[in-house]
């Protein structure tokens, strides 16, 4: 796997956002920058039926926040990853991985494509009241027009974080 | 009301305009003090009144002055939509404002002087120009202390009845005068001690104020960034020390505690430096750091009932939707919110983070806690936090305990950040071996 990926540089979290839309394309729903208890979830991928819900988080350095994020997003969503550019998401598959495993989050690395590289799994976090309390927010946001992801990164850059649909298949 | 008789440091809390009475009435041994802001003790002033009278602890009202020399739509209402409750937007995205708020209005139209009411009605930020003439001044200063006197000095005549029966339970209930522990002198934000900034004129607002304020002790405000602060606290300290302050309300704008130990170590000395003159030190806006700071002298602390531990002066707070409840842990000197990180870190799990506070023992799992239990765990937790200090807790001690809990886990993930309690150790443990 370490092979297909070639060097990619990054120079804001949201850049990560199209390989990542591109991996998760057979969801119909993207949702970012999702409400969620004071905080907010980078992205959040579901089927129209909004069922099973994969949250995203993203990060270019700070693995630790990211990971810590995507552990409380485990409340609401039944999978959960951290997202970050490969070369750190690989040292973290080697140094780190026991700690991924035991905290069922889920890695992807970002390169010019993403690709999981340790799967997110179900925990016993879960709650069902919160699932319902993001379904609930992201069914909102369905009836909304979606966006490119430029809208994202203006909405970020303006400190201004606005749940944005995104569109699933990037331009 | 004299200072709170017990030993140092203070702990007062700041009447917010959430639902807080019962806490304060059910917890009132838990802390020594109560702050009112200015607004809400000119817009609710009956309840206040009540609230204070009844209550049978020091206090003084802040009288927010500063407020006015910011930019002019600060007391302005963020616009909300009525189906959403969020605030409407324009169409460059920019938050909406509308009137000046109803409870500044009251201020400023009954309470405070023409000039204030000029400068509002004219939209524009107040400057120390508009106190060029010495009569405005005076004008100001006796309405500020005039406000401060007398809004919440006299509780309603209904509740008369009730000082005899309060006298003979030994609790002190006084309906015919309940003056405030100290005036607050009118303060803007120091960001230069030239001719040209507001430091001039906040001695002479200090000057006049003790001139008036009789036998009630006036504090002076120190509104100053760590920059200024870092620069400039022992000429503050003196130059308001010979205007007559009785005592320094310090706020460093914009500090907050998870800051570099730079930072820290610049707030832990102006401390120390206004300390030795030899009168007491309040934080304005503290959290768990004021505890550490107790060893540079400080003799109290103000902050909400879990909220409102730092601020920034700037600040245009809108408020979307209610704070989520949250829930202190000691050990760790920090809050975790409920819904989320409490129920996913599951704190219970963690035996050295347990309390044993009358409330966790009913809810040992701090998930079930609603908003008033968590905050009444936080009046309970700080109380022993300062009977801890004022049984003489040493400040190598402290430091070690601080120490000990960010070794234990630092390197766990889910309680991160705690990098604070390093830096408040290396703070306490640079100094001597008090």
Not at chain 2, 248 to 261: C, E, N, V
């Amino acid at each position: 796997m370490r092979n297909t990926l070639s060097k990619q540089y990054f120079s804001r979290e949201v850049e990560l956002y199209e390989p990542l839309l591109q991996l998760f394309a057979e969801r119909e729903l993207t949702v970012a920058e999702v409400p969620f208890f004071g905080k907010h979830i980078d992205l959040l991928f579901a089927s129209r039926t909004l069922i099973s819900l994969y949250a995203v988080e993203t990060k270019l350095r700070d693995w630790r926040n990211a990971f810590k994020q995507a552990a409380l997003n485990q409340v609401a969503a039944q999978r959960s990853y951290v997202a970050l550019p490969s070369p750190l998401a690989l040292r973290l598959l080697d140094q780190e991985k026991e700690l991924f495993l035991e905290y069922n989050v889920g890695l992807i690395a970002v390169n010019k494509t993403a690709s999981v590289i340790l799967p997110a799994t179900r925990n016993g976090c879960f709650s069902l009241r919160h699932y319902r309390v993001l379904k609930e927010t992201i069914k909102k946001a369905q009836s909304k027009k979606p966006k490119k992801i430029g809208v994202v990164a203006d909405a970020i850059s303006k400190r201004t974080k606005t749940m944005v649909v995104l569109q699933t298949r990037a331009d | 009301m004299p200072f709170p008789s017990e030993p140092k440091p203070w702990s007062f809390y700041r009447l917010g305009p959430t639902k807080e009475k019962e806490l304060f009435k059910r917890h009132r041994d838990t802390y020594d003090g109560v702050v009112i802001p200015a607004h809400i003790a000119s817009y609710y002033s009956k309840f206040c009144s009540e609230f204070i009278g009844t209550l049978g602890k020091p206090y003084f009202i802040d009288p927010l002055t500063f407020i006015f020399s910011n930019d002019s739509s600060q007391i302005r209402r963020f616009v909300k939509d009525k189906n959403t409750g969020r605030t409407k937007r324009d169409r460059f995205g920019n938050k909406k404002k509308g009137d000046v708020k109803r409870s500044y209005l009251k201020l400023v139209e009954n309470e405070y002087c023409e000039k204030i009411k000029e400068v509002v009605e004219e939209n524009r930020s107040l400057n120390p120009n508009d106190f060029a003439d010495s009569k405005i001044m005076e004008q100001f200063v006796n309405k500020v202390v005039q406000f401060q006197l007398t809004k919440l000095a006299a509780i309603p005549d209904k509740y008369k009845k009730y000082e005899k029966y309060a006298k003979m339970s030994g609790r002190d209930m006084s309906v015919s005068g309940n003056p405030p522990m100290c005036l607050v002198a009118p303060y803007f934000p120091i960001t230069t001690l030239n001719a040209r900034g507001w430091y001039p004129t906040n001695i002479k607002l200090i000057q006049a104020t003790k001139a008036t304020s009789g036998t009630i002790p006036t504090f002076a405000v120190v509104l100053a960034d760590t920059t200024t602060l870092a620069q400039h606290s022992k000429q503050i300290a003196e130059d308001y020390s010979k205007a007559g302050t009785d005592g320094y309300l310090l706020w460093p704008d914009g500090f907050s505690s998870d800051q570099d130990t730079a930072a820290l170590r610049i707030i832990f000395d102006s401390v120390t430096e206004f300390s030795q003159t030899g009168k007491p030190v309040i934080l304005m806006y503290g959290d768990a750091f004021s505890l550490s700071l107790h060893y540079a002298g400080l003799a109290g602390f103000a902050c909400g009932i879990c909220y409102g531990e730092k601020k920034l002066s700037t600040q245009d707070v809108d408020i979307e939707g209610g704070i989520p409840p949250r829930y202190y842990i000691r050990r760790l000197k920090k809050k975790v919110q409920i819904e989320t990180e409490a129920r996913r870190i599951q704190i219970d799990q963690y035996p050295d983070l347990a309390c044993t506070c009358e409330i966790c023992q009913r809810k040992p799992d701090p998930v079930t806690l609603d908003d008033a239990e968590s905050r009444e765990h936080f009046m309970l937790t700080r109380a022993q936090e300062l009977i801890e200090l004022r049984n003489g807790l040493t400040r190598q001690q402290y430091a070690g305990i601080l120490r000990d809990a960010y070794e234990e886990h630092k390197n766990d993930l889910l309680l991160q950040p705690i990098g604070h309690l390093r830096n408040w150790a290396d703070i306490l443990g640079a100094g001597n071996n008090e």
